[in-house]
C-alpha cells in the first residue's frame, strides 16, 4: 500500500486545535494504517490503499472536517517527492545562501505560469522566492518575522503550509524514499 507525507495548515493555532493524538486517533479511525506524527504542526505519514495524492489529500480533509468541525487544507507528497524537494531545497541553498533561513511552502495547487511569475515577483531585497511545482521556496537574508511578501503569498497563489528547510530535512530523513 502506497505512503503519503501530510502537511496540514494552521492547526493548533487559536482555537484550530487538532492534538497528537487526537489526530492519530482520528487517522487510525479513518482507516489509514502506519500512522506517525512529527511535533504538533501538521506533519503526518500515512498508508492506505489510495493511490492518487488529490484523493488522499480530500479523504483527509473530510476526515478532519468531520473529526474537527473545521476545515484543514492539506497537501499531500509522496516519500521519493519529499526527498527529491529536500534535495532541490538544498541546491537552492547552496546556489543562493540565505542569511536567515529556508521555508518551503506547499501549496494547495500547482500555479499557472502567471500565478508562478506574480509570486517569484514578490522577491525583494532579503527574500527570494522560487516557485517549483506546487512549491515555493522560500530563501530569507532578513529574519522571517519581518517579511512582508510571506504574508502576500496566499493570496496570489492560494492556500498553502510552510516549514523550515531543518523541518523538511528531519521528516526526508524519517520518512522520505
Same mark, same amino acid.
Given at each position: 500500500?502506497?505512503?503519503? *507525507?501530510? $502537511? @496540514?495548515?494552521?492547526?493548533? *493555532?487559536?482555537?484550530?486545535? $487538532?492534538?497528537?493524538?487526537?489526530?492519530?486517533?482520528? @487517522? %487510525?479511525?479513518?482507516?489509514?494504517?502506519?500512522?506517525? =506524527?512529527? *511535533?504538533? =504542526?501538521?506533519? *503526518?505519514? !500515512?498508508?492506505?490503499?489510495?493511490?492518487?495524492?488529490?484523493? %488522499?489529500?480530500?479523504?483527509?480533509?473530510?476526515? $478532519?472536517?468531520?473529526d474537527r468541525g473545521f476545515e484543514v487544507v492539506t497537501m499531500v507528497v509522496s516519500p521519493a517527492e519529499l526527498t527529491r524537494l529536500t534535495e532541490e531545497a538544498e541546491k537552492l541553498a547552496a546556489q543562493r545562501p540565505p542569511? &536567515? #533561513?529556508? &521555508?518551503?511552502? $506547499?501549496?494547495?495547487?500547482?500555479?499557472?505560469?502567471?500565478?508562478?511569475?506574480? !509570486?517569484?515577483?514578490?522577491?525583494?531585497?532579503?527574500? =527570494?522566492? @522560487?516557485?517549483?511545482?506546487? !512549491?515555493?521556496?522560500?530563501? &530569507?537574508? %532578513?529574519? &522571517?518575522?519581518?517579511?512582508?511578501?510571506?504574508?502576500?503569498?496566499?493570496?496570489?497563489?492560494?492556500? #498553502?503550509?510552510?516549514?523550515?528547510?531543518? !523541518?523538511?530535512?528531519?521528516?526526508?530523513?524519517?520518512?522520505?524514499?
Amino acid at each position: 500500500m502506497p505512503t503519503h *507525507i501530510g $502537511f @496540514l495548515r494552521a492547526v493548533n *493555532i487559536g482555537k484550530r486545535q $487538532f492534538k497528537t493524538a487526537d489526530l492519530r486517533a482520528a @487517522l %487510525v479511525g479513518g482507516g489509514y494504517t502506519d500512522v506517525e =506524527t512529527h *511535533i504538533q =504542526t501538521g506533519n *503526518i505519514k !500515512v498508508t492506505t490503499p489510495l493511490r492518487s495524492s488529490a484523493k %488522499v489529500e480530500a479523504d483527509l480533509e473530510a476526515l $478532519f472536517l468531520a473529526d474537527r468541525g473545521f476545515e484543514v487544507v492539506t497537501m499531500v507528497v509522496s516519500p521519493a517527492e519529499l526527498t527529491r524537494l529536500t534535495e532541490e531545497a538544498e541546491k537552492l541553498a547552496a546556489q543562493r545562501p540565505p542569511t &536567515y #533561513g529556508q &521555508y518551503l511552502t $506547499f501549496l494547495k495547487n500547482k500555479p499557472d505560469a502567471e500565478t508562478a511569475e506574480a !509570486v517569484e515577483a514578490l522577491s525583494s531585497d532579503g527574500e =527570494t522566492f @522560487l516557485v517549483r511545482g506546487r !512549491v515555493v521556496h522560500m530563501l &530569507y537574508d %532578513v529574519p &522571517y518575522g519581518t517579511s512582508k511578501a510571506a504574508s502576500l503569498l496566499e493570496k496570489k497563489a492560494g492556500p #498553502g503550509t510552510n516549514r523550515n528547510l531543518k !523541518v523538511i530535512r528531519t521528516l526526508a530523513d524519517k520518512w522520505g524514499a
